[in-house]
């Protein structure tokens, strides 16, 4: 059922606004960032180091290098992970890594009274590393395991060749996980490159947010990590763009109950100069109300059972997708329906002011409840980092307000109707079949 606009208006009145996160920053002398947002709710914390690194700085065959390294650095602690398991454990804490399009994070959550603690063991996984041809040969596996229980599901198959259409040339600079082929070749030399150049403190960041001191938190982050020797000459990478030239159909046949829809178009990147990147965040969410003409058109005329629309944005890179979920008896409409919004998007036909002041109060919402939990934050002051900046994080609800209906327009006109596009296709063998032909038939015998 479609919520009324004002049940979402009475639950905004009881959501505090993110903007009442006290997040600071400053820069240790040696280049390396620390931001901390203070959160009082409860005697925890959240400990992260990040490094600007990731798929974009990945050259041509070298896809997965930046989350293989991610693996190897824990292991080159000493006693490898269950080292620094066994130590981050005396401090009551758990800890993660996450490798990104646009930066690689290592992350411990603990009491906040061990933050210190925390600090000390990051700074040195991340400034003690050594690596080996054997340890790549051992965690080379790992990897490939983890792979291959992401790469089963059929979802994420018609991601992974949907994304890899989307980007052509430039696959290896979006391309976080890597296959088997490519980290097959990925060398210790290779592996130590990678850390030489881009582990230097001016070219990362650490994040602290929970219950702490900012000032105590600075202190303590310059005596962990101060003494890290400043690179004098910053990697300097910019990945080439590899415009998606004409529209092209990926058909993934799957032993699944229904057919999913995943419409892939290039978008405007997210990176510090980037003007459309908000204004295309809110692109997405205009159309994934559940009071927007255009679910009204797609889902509930019938044609799906429901359409999600996403906008991903990096440094470098950006993009649009939407998917959507129908049946077999619905499958050619659906379709044809879905492309048709796409290319008329730049009239968005039946938007309204309304709908962006409910799109952006919903964003509202989203921040102030990610906010409250000291993980997602630090996550999100991450993406900030890496991508935009810091800066992009601070004038985000200024950024919001500035949107206006036109600037939702003109960016569906310039970035998704009528332009090229990846279709991707995933349904039952039998259905396939079934949809090759009417797509052959439909081109003329191009399937």
């Known amino acids: 059922m479609r919520r ?13 606004p993110a903007a009442a996160q006290n997040v600071r920053d400053t820069t240790l002398a040696n280049g390396l960032q620390v931001l901390v947002a203070e959160n009082h709710r409860l005697p925890e914390a959240t400990v992260t180091v990040v490094v600007r690194t990731g798929a974009f700085t990945q050259e041509p065959n070298q896809d997965g290098l930046s989350h293989l390294y991610e693996h190897l650095l824990y292991r080159s602690y000493p006693h490898g992970n269950e080292g620094f398991a066994h130590d981050a454990g005396k401090f009551e804490g758990g800890f993660n890594g996450y490798t990104s399009v646009d930066w690689v994070q290592y992350m411990v959550e603990l009491p906040s009274n061990h933050v210190p603690d925390a600090l000390g063991l990051l700074s040195h996984l991340v400034r003690n590393a050594t690596f080996s041809a054997s340890d790549i040969s051992s965690e080379r596996p790992v990897v490939l395991d983890e792979l291959a229980r992401d790469y089963a599901a059929p979802q994420s198959q018609l991601e992974r060749e949907v994304q890899e259409r989307l980007w052509g040339a430039a696959w290896s600079r979006v391309d976080v996980r890597g296959d088997s082929t490519t980290l097959d070749v990925i060398t210790q030399p ?36 101060g003494d890290w020797t400043k690179s004098s000459t910053l990697p300097d990478v910019h990945p080439p763009s590899a415009p998606l030239m004409k529209t092209t159909f990926v058909l993934v046949p799957a032993p699944v109950p229904d057919i999913t829809y995943l419409v892939a178009v290039q978008g405007p990147a997210n990176g510090p100069a980037d003007t459309d990147a908000v204004p295309a965040d809110m692109l997405t969410r205009v159309l994934n109300s559940s009071t927007s ?23 470098y890179h950006g993009w649009f997708e939407f998917k959507g979920r129908t049946t077999m008896e619905h499958a050619r409409p659906a379709l044809l329906a879905l492309l048709n919004e796409l290319d008329v998007m730049d009239v968005m036909q039946g938007a309204s002011d309304d709908d962006l002041l409910f799109a952006r109060r919903a964003e509202e919402v989203s921040a102030a409840i990610a906010a409250q939990n000291t993980n997602g934050l630090a996550l999100t002051l991450a993406d900030s980092w890496g991508g935009p900046g810091v800066a992009a994080y601070f004038a985000r609800t200024e950024r919001l307000a500035a949107v206006k209906m036109s600037d939702v327009v003109r960016v569906a006109g310039t970035y998704v109707a009528g332009r090229p596009r990846v279709v991707g296709i995933l349904a039952p063998p039998a259905a396939i079949d079934v949809i090759k032909t009417w797509l052959s038939a439909a081109s003329g015998g191009q399937p």
């Open 190 to 225: 290779v592996v130590q490159s990678q850390y030489a150049r881009f582990y230097v403190p001016n070219n990362a960041a650490v994040i602290v947010s929970g219950d702490v001191s900012t000032a105590e938190v600075w202190q303590a982050a310059a005596g962990a990590f």
């Open 293 to 315: 003409a255009f679910q009204g058109r797609l889902v509930d005329q019938g044609a799906f059972t429901s359409v999600a629309s996403t906008y991903f944005g990096y440094r």
């Open 4 to 16: 009324p606009p004002s049940v979402l208006l009475f639950a905004l009145l009881f959501v505090a």
